[in-house]
């Protein structure tokens, strides 16, 4: 096999190769991998007004916090179901249903090869993506912030000013606002069109580094 780590799908075999920090790397394990997915809503895509919903694409991004790699993918549309040719009404109807919520197994998958290899400062603790489906974003180990725009194509757009230290959580406030909150304590608001940093809180005062215990003196010199 070509890929080390794959995800199977009803219709789709997702290749997760490429997720290790330097080629001669073991790929991070399946377990911890993070896998967010996103489908644009109808007044958010930057595509041809009365495009149906199933033309377009679902992105699906990869991270983990054992590398700073992240990988971008897009599910193209599937056609529409139609009966097999010759099949005829009353032969139809007999076909037994999958039960709601079970898709029915395919006998082929079809390989899903990433569209996007992003190269981030740091291995990736925290990974939100917008309700609307517009923006991802991603936090890294030594407190890095980068906005990724799903509604054009898989872009990075901006590289915020983080925190000074791991980020530990992501959220958006709709589709504007972009909370983060990181290991020094800090939790901050950023404007997710301009990228301006809106506010940030200090939850806990900063560890207080060890009193002096007092001055000593050897052979002539202060310590």
Request: glycine share 8%.
């Amino acid at each position: 096999d070509e890929f080390s780590v794959q995800v199977k799908t009803p219709i789709y075999s997702i290749a997760l190769q490429g997720l290790a920090m330097l080629p001669e790397l073991p790929e991070p394990g399946l377990e911890s991998i993070c896998l967010s997915v996103a489908a644009l809503r109808p007044e958010m895509r930057s595509i041809a007004a009365g495009t149906a919903a199933r033309q377009v694409p679902l992105n699906i991004l990869a991270s983990t916090p054992a590398s700073n790699i992240v990988l971008g993918f897009s599910m193209q549309p599937l056609p529409p179901p139609a009966a097999p040719a010759g099949l005829d009404v009353d032969a139809l109807m007999k076909q037994v249903l999958p039960p709601l919520g079970a898709p029915r197994e395919t006998k082929e998958h079809t390989d899903l090869k990433p569209r996007r290899r992003w190269e981030m400062p740091a291995e990736t603790t925290a990974a939100a993506t917008s309700a609307c489906g517009v923006m991802y974003a991603a936090g890294g180990a030594k407190g890095s912030l980068a906005l990724i725009d799903l509604s054009k194509g898989l872009f990075l757009t901006k590289m915020l000013a983080g925190h000074y230290k791991a980020v530990t959580a992501l959220s958006f406030h709709r589709s504007e606002i972009l909370v983060s909150a990181g290991a020094d304590s800090w939790i901050h608001h950023y404007s997710v069109s301009t990228g301006e940093q809106l506010a940030r809180y200090l939850c806990a005062p900063p560890a207080i580094p060890p009193k002096v215990s007092g001055p000593s003196a050897v052979s002539g010199v202060a310590v």
